[in-house]
């Protein structure tokens, strides 16, 4: 990606602009910066000199996915202002974020990424605590982990970071005939729910006639809300969401669902217990606390005036560049993942001139910048759920004139 930087002169020249700055102008940034430590409104982000723009993209990591809530922020400000004994506030979140769930237990990670690594080394290792510290060497335990071919995905890597191997199959009687004394674990990727010959009903059905533990990784599932409980009610003993997607929570901070005996291991097998596997994704008080406020704030809104919302925006944006000659625009639901509406905009290259990558480019190099994915080559895809309100006006009229050209 081309990251555009401002000039660095013109970032001191607006440092000297500040009040009380001009006057003690330094000769560094560093130096201009050292100024304005304390500043209620310290934008370090600009500061450095480091593209802000506005997210029409979704929730990627690198584009930093999602902003959360200003009650959010404010919990973890207010939680970062004192101390308190770790394991007892992962036990009372754990718990009021169980409730709001539906399930068993649950508990804060580092990331669904994270989750799904501690995840599967308590399924292994249990609270047995030699084979916690034995981890990631799984001699002696249980080792494989049954996956359909197509669920396979660079997430996993998380999976096997516990000592497994991954056992692919294709079709139920393959799965069955695949279990044997060493299965520790059988898992499933919900976005790809689609692609495989076993749906997670049924799958999780095989897991509870085999009695193997099963792990769904639905990360980027919510919304719709009834996902917090469909996959452990469906029979799923884990079930995996990231903090910061669709519930925006902490980007640092995911979710791990499920059966009580498994989520205690998880937690053992995690920080801040320093011999265990999970010791290298710490969760502190304030991602504790900032999760499950997110949580709080995502079961209890109202799902369907939000989701109005969204329509509005596409619909608004759709009112800008419909009219540009050539140019087509659709409402469309992913099934799987991001499930959303998000505005689809096709156009006749020949009549426009301009491929999706070029107009992604020129948003991006734009002022404000602005960051859309290609959908595909053909079309460009604008996801509105993770802008800030009045932004979908800014990305209409800019996509508009970037399509007229
Ligand atoms: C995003 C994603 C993850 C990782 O989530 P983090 O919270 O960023 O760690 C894992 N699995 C799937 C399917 C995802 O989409």
Same mark, same amino acid.
């Given at each position: 990606?081309?990251?555009? /930087?401002?000039?660095?002169?013109?970032?001191?020249?607006?440092? =000297?602009? &500040?009040?009380?700055?001009?006057?003690?102008?330094?000769?560094?940034?560093?130096?201009?910066?050292?100024?304005?430590?304390?500043?209620?409104?310290?934008?370090?982000?600009?500061?450095?000199?480091?593209?802000?723009?506005?997210?029409?993209?979704?929730?990627?990591?690198?584009?930093?996915?999602?902003?959360?809530?200003?009650?959010?922020?404010?919990?973890?400000?207010?939680?970062?202002? /004192?101390? =308190?004994?770790?394991? +007892?506030?992962?036990?009372? %979140?754990?718990?009021?974020?169980?409730?709001?769930?539906?399930?068993? =237990?649950? &508990?804060?990670?580092?990331?669904?990424?994270?989750?799904?690594?501690?995840?599967?080394?308590?399924?292994?290792?249990?609270? +047995?605590?030699?084979?916690?510290?034995?981890?990631?060497?799984?001699?002696? #335990? /249980?080792?494989?982990?049954?996956?359909?071919?197509? !669920?396979?995905?660079?997430?996993?890597?998380?999976?096997?970071?516990?000592?497994?191997?991954?056992?692919?199959?294709?079709?139920?009687?393959?799965?069955?005939?695949?279990?044997?004394?060493?299965?520790?674990?059988?898992?499933? @990727?919900?976005?790809?729910?689609?692609?495989?010959?076993?749906?997670?009903?049924?799958? =999780?059905?095989?897991?509870?006639? !085999?009695?193997?533990?099963?792990?769904? +990784?639905?990360?980027? *599932?919510?919304?719709?809300?009834?996902?917090?409980?469909?996959?452990?009610?469906? $029979?799923?003993?884990?079930?995996?969401?990231?903090?910061?997607?669709?519930?925006?929570?902490?980007?640092?901070?995911?979710? &791990?669902?499920?059966?009580?005996?498994?989520?205690?291991?998880?937690?053992?097998?995690?920080?801040?217990?320093?011999?265990?596997?999970?010791?290298?994704?710490?969760?502190?008080?304030?991602?504790?606390?900032?999760?499950?406020?997110?949580?709080?704030?995502?079961?209890?809104?109202?799902?369907?005036? %939000?989701?109005? *919302?969204?329509? *509005?925006?596409?619909?608004?944006?759709?009112?800008?560049?419909?009219?540009?000659?050539?140019?087509?625009?659709?409402?469309?639901?992913?099934? @799987?993942?991001?499930?959303?509406?998000? @505005? !689809?905009?096709?156009?006749? !290259?020949?009549?426009?001139?301009?491929?999706? /990558?070029?107009? %992604?480019?020129?948003?991006?190099?734009?002022?404000?910048?602005?960051?859309?994915?290609?959908?595909?080559?053909?079309?460009?895809?604008?996801?509105?759920?993770? #802008?800030?309100?009045?932004?979908?006006?800014?990305?209409?009229?800019?996509? $508009?004139? %970037?399509?007229?050209?």
């Amino acid at each position: 990606m081309n990251w555009l /930087k401002p000039h660095r002169r013109s970032i001191l020249r607006s440092l =000297a602009a &500040l009040p009380g700055v001009g006057a003690l102008m330094p000769a560094t940034a560093s130096a201009a910066a050292a100024a304005r430590i304390g500043a209620v409104d310290r934008d370090v982000i600009s500061e450095l000199g480091v593209r802000t723009f506005i997210n029409a993209a979704g929730t990627y990591t690198s584009l930093t996915a999602s902003l959360m809530p200003r009650e959010v922020w404010n919990a973890m400000t207010v939680a970062s202002r /004192k101390y =308190a004994p770790l394991q +007892d506030l992962h036990d009372a %979140v754990g718990a009021r974020i169980a409730e709001l769930t539906k399930s068993e =237990a649950a &508990l804060v990670s580092a990331g669904a990424a994270s989750a799904l690594a501690i995840g599967t080394a308590g399924v292994i290792a249990g609270t +047995d605590r030699e084979k916690i510290e034995q981890l990631p060497d799984t001699r002696g #335990m /249980k080792n494989e982990v049954i996956v359909q071919k197509s !669920h396979r995905n660079g997430y996993d890597h998380a999976v096997r970071n516990a000592g497994i191997r991954m056992i692919e199959v294709e079709t139920a009687e393959e799965l069955e005939s695949a279990i044997h004394s060493r299965t520790a674990m059988m898992f499933f @990727l919900q976005s790809a729910n689609d692609t495989g010959q076993i749906g997670y009903e049924e799958f =999780a059905k095989l897991g509870k006639k !085999h009695n193997i533990p099963t792990m769904i +990784d639905a990360a980027a *599932d919510l919304p719709p809300v009834e996902n917090f409980w469909k996959f452990t009610k469906a $029979g799923f003993d884990l079930a995996i969401f990231s903090g910061g997607k669709g519930i925006k929570g902490p980007q640092s901070a995911g979710l &791990l669902l499920g059966r009580k005996d498994l989520i205690e291991a998880g937690r053992q097998n995690s920080s801040p217990n320093s011999n265990s596997l999970g010791r290298i994704s710490k969760v502190n008080k304030e991602e504790l606390v900032g999760m499950m406020v997110a949580v709080e704030m995502f079961v209890n809104r109202d799902h369907a005036a %939000v989701w109005k *919302d969204w329509e *509005d925006q596409c619909n608004r944006i759709a009112g800008y560049v419909k009219s540009v000659k050539g140019v087509t625009t659709e409402i469309k639901v992913p099934e @799987l993942a991001n499930m959303v509406p998000h @505005l !689809h905009v096709n156009w006749d !290259h020949a009549t426009v001139g301009k491929t999706p /990558k070029d107009v %992604v480019k020129e948003l991006r190099e734009g002022n404000p910048s602005i960051e859309v994915r290609p959908g595909s080559t053909e079309e460009l895809v604008v996801a509105v759920w993770m #802008m800030q309100p009045g932004q979908d006006r800014i990305v209409g009229q800019r996509l $508009g004139q %970037v399509l007229k050209g």
